[in-house]
């Protein structure tokens, strides 16, 4: 089994700066990716960034400019790095692994984090 940690969230004013993390811990061999993903009330969950073992990454377009998705391979940690930070970005964020290995040759689900609580307010 896997057990992903987010750490990081709290409440910043408009254009703050917070800093999530993310660490995977449990029997892993390699992960193919991790990502954040956010959900706001009353809305359903979005993709916010990804970033894969080879270090390619992915945002969203309302992020883009603002947000920065980095990883450490070795620890199976992500970090989102989150500057600008409007109102509309207020949501639980949870964090994303895809592709778990166990082994060469065994494969898991996809994993996902409890989440943390990012508010942008005045």
């Known amino acids: 089994q896997v057990q992903l940690v987010e750490s990081g969230g709290g409440v910043v004013q408009p254009g703050g700066s917070l800093r999530l993390s993310c660490a995977a811990s449990g029997t892993i061999f390699s992960i193919d990716a991790m990502g954040w993903y956010r959900q706001a009330p009353g809305k359903e969950r979005e993709f916010v960034a990804r970033?894969?073992?080879?270090?390619?990454?992915k945002y969203a377009d309302s992020v883009k400019g603002r947000f920065t998705i980095s990883s450490d391979s070795v620890d199976h940690t992500v970090y989102l790095q989150m500057t600008g930070l409007k109102p509309e970005d207020t949501a639980v964020y949870y964090c994303n692994a895809e592709n778990v290995r166990y082994s060469l040759t065994s494969f898991g689900p996809d994993y996902w984090g409890q989440g943390t609580q990012v508010a942008v307010s005045t």
């Open positions: 970033i894969t073992s080879s270090g390619r990454t």
